[in-house]
């Protein structure tokens, strides 16, 4: 199956570290990102793992739930993270579910055979309270991921549910956003932004950030 930005996020029931995983019921009104890994006792996905434990209050912070899956099983995973607890300084408390079966890696369309046949690539798919999938990034496995990006991402999908704004190139907490071209209306301009905008082009409208959108 394709899965798309706007499809509802494949619901499963899998072992995890923690435990049997039903990932609809698992996330309830909150967010959350599934992100996966190519296989247990790697380097780069060492790394990775420990930098998402290490972010456990700014995804807290974001209402997010982590949910990693490498194609491994969740005894392999459980002495994995003893060394990804040593080696990166991190409690690893979120839950890595086990896919030996494959079941979410084919159900999320995670191998991709032209770059290896069995082990999936690095993806994340962030998925909204409503259960929808809101973004995808997908790096091969020799890329690790940046999770400053992945807090970014998530951001721009918070503040642009909640204002008529989109965030533009770079954009990060408490940098001008731009007003999204359907907002016309002067009066709604006006009382969505007090402190008015600045139009560099008719098309291209800048405003601050709304104040209690920023996250310190
Ligand atoms: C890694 O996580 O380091 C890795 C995994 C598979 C292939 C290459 C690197």
């Not at 199956?1 to 049997?20: R, V």
């Not at 091969?140 to 204002?163: K, M, Y």
């Not at 932004?193 to 601050?208: N, S």
Request: proline share 6%.
């Amino acid at each position: 199956m394709s899965l798309h930005i706007g499809s509802i996020a494949p619901d499963f029931e899998q072992e995890s570290t923690h435990g049997p995983i039903k990932l609809h019921d698992w996330l309830g009104s909150s967010w959350g990102i599934l992100f996966s890994h190519p296989k247990d006792f790697t380097p780069v996905c060492t790394t990775e793992l420990g930098r998402a434990a290490n972010l456990k209050s700014e995804f807290g912070k974001r209402n997010v739930k982590m949910l990693a899956v490498s194609v491994d099983d969740v005894d392999s995973h459980k002495r994995w993270i003893g060394d990804i607890e040593e080696t990166q300084n991190a409690k690893l408390e979120y839950p890595i579910l086990g896919d030996s079966d494959r079941k979410i890696a084919k159900l999320y369309d995670m191998i991709h055979p032209e770059a290896n046949d069995t082990l999936t690539v690095r993806s994340v798919f962030f998925i909204d309270p409503n259960k929808k999938i809101r973004a995808i990034i997908t790096y091969p496995a020799s890329t690790g991921r940046n999770f400053a990006e992945i807090l970014r991402v998530i951001d721009s999908l918070q503040l642009t549910d909640q204002h008529k704004v989109a965030t533009p190139v770079d954009w990060k907490q408490g940098d001008d956003v731009v007003i999204v071209p359907a907002l016309q209306d002067p009066e709604e301009l006006a009382k969505r932004f007090p402190d008015g905008f600045r139009a560099v082009k008719p098309y291209l409208r800048l405003t601050k950030q709304p104040k209690e959108s920023i996250k310190s």
